[in-house]
């Protein structure tokens, strides 16, 4: 079965750096797209980057040159490097795969930016 395990998340002042981490299991990672949402309290969940197989990226506009996705397929692992960090960052972070039109999602871990 499809497991994704997030790690890495905390609390960090304002222009802070956090790397997450999405370990992934269940599936052949190395063909697979890999994304990161995040969700606030109170609000919808939203895609914040992908990565394809090939090593390809796009990001939400409110992160772009701030956040940075990369894969290790010998690891099974999807990060997300998060530099420059703002109050409105702060939200619960997933990786997400989807297969067969079903999401699969991490447990998700908490960041928050704050002073």
């Known amino acids: 079965q499809v497991h994704l395990a997030e790690s890495g998340g905390g609390l960090v002042q304002p222009g802070g750096s956090l790397r997450l981490s999405c370990v992934a299991s269940?599936?052949?990672?190395?063909?697979?797209?890999m994304r990161w949402y995040r969700q606030a309290p109170g609000k919808e969940r939203e895609w914040v980057a992908h990565i394809t197989s090939a090593g390809a990226t796009n990001y939400v506009d409110s992160v772009k040159g701030r956040f940075t996705i990369s894969r290790d397929n010998a690891k099974n692992t999807v990060y997300l490097q998060m530099n420059s960090l703002k109050p409105e960052d702060t939200a619960v972070y997933y990786c997400?795969?989807?297969?067969?039109?079903?999401?699969?999602w991490g447990q998700g871990t908490q960041v928050t930016v704050s002073s």
């Open positions: 997400n795969k989807v297969m067969y039109g079903i999401n699969y």
């Open positions: 269940g599936f052949t990672f190395s063909t697979a797209i």
